[in-house]
T-cell receptor, first 112, second 117 residues
Framework: KQEVTQIPAALSVPEGENLVLNCSFTDSAIYNLQWFRQDPGKGLTSLLL?????REQTSGRLNASLDKSSGRSTLYIAASQPGDSATYLCAVPIYNFNKFYFGSGTKLNVKP | EAQVTQNPRYLITVTGKKLTVTCSQN?????MSWYRQDPGLGLRQIYY???????DKGDVPEGYKVSRKEKRNFPLILESPSPNQTSLYFC????????????????FGPGTRLTVL
């Protein structure tokens, strides 16, 4: 069974800071890794999907990296804004199966 | 607009009263899945479906049933709900296999908050 861990569980930063969210997984035989954002009481919004053959994926101020061999992914947020405040989740499927495993998330608060 | 819809969004019911939460997607996705989200436990997969008439258990299937008679719909059935099924439920879909084990983005519905008294 895949174990997915996200550190830190919560993070509070002033506006404008660059920050890094971490996701680690125990089974490195993955097809891809997906980062999501969840606002309170809302559904999940896909941010970035990194295929197993990729090392990085970028979208605007977001950059996600993937190191399969070490079982880690990072989500880099540049020049954080109060609107970035949300919970960020990572998810991985298991190779040859169709199950997905989620981390518990990092709750981000960006202070104006 | 491409989307996953769930109904109802909120439901309060009593123990033992059968209920169905509907899920529908308009993106012609092969893969659909149900998750529950609980504080401290994160998102856990209940059931998934690779295509019409193909379903399988996730990590927490006990007390739930699903069916996939049409590609766009994937209802979640609780035959005899119990208080420990009080949770926030999400349906998701993606393009699925695409000729191999190639998983693409999962798109999520808005969630259904279920309370079982």
């Amino acid at each position: 069974k895949q174990e997915v861990t996200q550190i830190p569980a919560a993070l509070s930063v002033p506006e404008g800071e660059n920050l890094v969210l971490n996701c680690s997984f125990t089974d490195s035989a993955i097809y891809n890794l997906q980062w999501f954002r969840q606002d309170p009481g809302k559904g999940l919004t896909s941010l970035l999907l990194i295929q197993s053959s990729q090392r990085e994926q970028t979208s605007g101020r977001l950059n996600a990296s993937l190191d399969k061999s070490s079982g880690r992914s990072t989500l880099y947020i540049a020049a954080s804004q109060p609107g970035d405040s949300a919970t960020y989740l990572c998810a991985v499927p298991i190779y040859n199966f169709n199950k997905f495993y989620f981390g518990s998330g990092t709750k981000l608060n960006v202070k104006p | 607009e491409a989307q996953v819809t769930q109904n109802p969004r909120y439901l309060i019911t009593v123990t033992g009263k059968k209920l169905t939460v509907t899920c529908s997607q308009n993106m012609n996705h092969e893969y659909m899945s149900w998750y529950r989200q609980d504080p401290g436990l994160g998102l856990r997969q209940i059931y998934y479906s690779m295509n019409v008439e193909v379903t399988d258990k996730g990590d927490v299937p006990e007390g739930y049933k699903v069916s996939r008679k049409e590609k766009r719909n994937f209802p979640l059935i609780l035959e005899s709900p119990s208080p420990n099924q009080t949770s926030l439920y999400f349906c998701a879909s993606s393009t699925g296999l695409a000729g191999g084990f190639s998983y693409n983005e999962q798109f999520f519905g808005p969630g259904t908050r279920l309370t079982v008294l």
